[in-house]
């Protein structure tokens, strides 16, 4: 039997697609906070069969959880402050994404100028990303 313990503050995401775990820890950007992360991978689920499991305890202000979205709408994410779940968020897809992925249109202007921003934008008939320079859709994959 695995046991990890609970934490005092930050987030629960439950939920995950077995195997997404690694690249919302990398999305994230967990790897350059100095917080404790509890990952636990294919997991037994009831609904999914199996799914994975993260446990980040940081400060609920400080992760930008609009990847989330992107990489998969059914992520539960619990919000844990004095070791208590205050709040379950359901996600949708961000009308705007910055420095989440990058153009890859070679014509871009983001491909010249290295210093701007990447910006999409939801293209909400189609829930699709468009590079909001140029309009490239997006063919990232999470």
């Known amino acids: 039997m695995l046991n990890v313990g609970q934490i005092e ?3 629960v995401l439950d939920h995950i697609p077995a195997g997404k775990s690694m690249s919302i820890y990398h999305h994230l ?3 350059k906070f ?12 009831g609904k999914l069969g199996k799914k994975d ?14 990847v989330l979205a992107v990489i998969c709408q059914t992520i539960t994410v619990n919000v844990v402050k004095d070791g208590e779940i205050i709040e ?7 009308k705007e994404l910055k420095n989440i992925m990058k153009c890859k249109n070679p014509r871009c ?13 939801l293209d909400e008939k189609k829930e699709i990303y ?5 309009d490239e859709k997006n063919h990232e994959k999470f």
């Open 53 to 66: 499991l993260m446990k980040i305890e940081c400060d609920i202000n400080s992760l930008n959880l609009d």
């Open 29 to 31: 950007g967990l790897d």
């Open 9 to 11: 503050q930050g987030y």
């Open 34 to 45: 100095d917080s404790c992360v509890a990952i636990i991978k294919n997991a037994r689920s």
């Open 88 to 94: 379950k968020k359901l996600l949708t897809l961000p």
């Open 130 to 134: 468009r590079c909001k320079y140029c």
């Open 109 to 121: 202007i983001t491909s010249i100028e290295q210093e701007l921003p990447h910006i999409f934008y």
